[in-house]
């Protein structure tokens, strides 16, 4: 960044938003005062940009007047959006964007404080510095709104004097006493955290047991026989006798064939004895095979562990995991078969 942008924002951020721990602090929405918490550790956070972003640790950067950049940049394409690095209030959020362009500031429910700046000013596909608090802000997101962590706050953009260097988050996490610390290891353990790996994921439910995570239940009499698959011979459905001697059905062929190559290994059983055996619940696709994406959702998701869906934002995470031809890879999970699954962690990187 040049030494403008970063002699601007530290401008801005030192002149126009005081220390939040315990202080009356004024928004478009009346005055709060801030809860007084003192942290408790290093700062737990998700990366704000969705999908990641180019950064260095240009924290601290000598900058013209003898001032320090006291952030990271965020490089992402504008509209790319923002998301609560750490959940709590929003403590400002102006209405009319400022000289430095639109920010927020939230006082994280962690004690720290965490900055946004150089939210998009403009109308979408634009540079015409027009678009308003509603191209800045995401929906319901004003001074005062409660945020929890991963919600999706603001959209990336240039403005104030980023006009002049391209779209970018300036991304700040600041001490009760308002000074900042340099948010590059914590940004990057971001990162980490939510990294995906097709072949840690498959490797990290070798069974359907290791996936859902079933043990043992020892004082039960078990009709089903761990690891086994059964069927009756009237009806199609395929199970897996779990660990805990209950039954997990296959919701479909596509299920089954993340698991099994055929149905060689099926042990027919008499309906009686199927009765006998409590149902476990339904076997989702195992980790880092297949992507899949919800019939009424266009969002592509990787599977993590015990039906963990993840969300990869961008194709070229979709390429990076699965190669240029991923559609190939990826299956309509019907409706009805979503609630077997939970969405975790956006993958962003
Ligand atoms: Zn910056």
């Known amino acids: ?3 403008h942008l970063a002699l601007s924002v530290l401008v801005a951020v030192t002149l126009f938003v005081p220390s939040l721990a315990g202080a009356q602090y004024y928004s478009d929405y009346g005055w709060y005062r801030a809860p007084a918490i003192t942290p408790s550790g290093p700062p737990d956070i998700v990366f704000p940009v969705q999908g990641g972003a180019s950064f260095t640790d240009d924290f601290g950067d000598s900058r013209s007047g003898g001032r320090v950049h006291e952030g990271n940049d965020l490089m992402a394409p504008k509209m790319t959006p923002v998301v609560a690095a750490r959940g709590g209030r929003v403590v400002f959020a ?11 500031s939230i006082a994280g429910d962690d004690g720290y404080e965490y900055n946004y700046l150089h939210i998009n000013n403009d109308t979408p596909e634009t540079d015409d510095g027009n678009g ?13 709104t409660q945020v929890t962590q991963g919600q999706h706050i603001a959209w990336v953009g240039d403005s104030g004097n980023a006009e002049a260097t391209g779209s970018h988050l300036h991304f700040e996490i600041r001490l009760p006493d308002d000074s900042a610390i340099d948010p590059y290891q914590y940004l990057n353990a971001a990162l980490k955290r939510y990294a995906y790996d097709v072949a840690a994921a498959k490797a990290a439910s070798p069974t359907i047991d290791s996936d859902k995570g079933l043990v043992a239940a020892p004082t039960t009499v078990l009709f089903c026989v761990p690891g086994l698959l059964i069927r009756t011979p009237t009806n199609q459905s395929v199970y897996y006798c779990g660990s ?12 089954y064939a993340t698991w099994y190559k055929d149905f060689s290994t099926v042990q027919t059983i008499a309906p009686e004895d199927m009765a006998k055996i409590q149902l476990g ?8 095979v297949r992507l899949v994406k919800i019939q009424t959702d266009p969002k592509v998701y ?10 990869l934002p961008s194709e070229a995470l979709a390429v990076k995991y699965y190669g240029s031809s991923w559609p190939k890879s990826l299956d309509d999970i019907p409706d009805v078969f979503f609630i077997n699954y939970k969405v975790g962690d956006t993958v962003t990187n």
């Open 132 to 144: 308003g608090p509603q191209y800045a802000y995401a929906p319901g997101i004003a001074s005062g």
């Open 244 to 255: 805990d001697g209950k039954r997990y059905v296959f919701p479909n062929a596509n299920t």
């Open 1 to 3: 960044m040049n030494n």
């Open 94 to 104: 102006p209405t009319t964007e400022p000289s430095y362009g639109y920010m927020l």
């Open 302 to 311: 990787a599977v993590d562990r015990d039906g963990t869906l993840r969300w």
């Open 281 to 288: 619940g339904n076997v989702t696709y195992r980790p880092g």
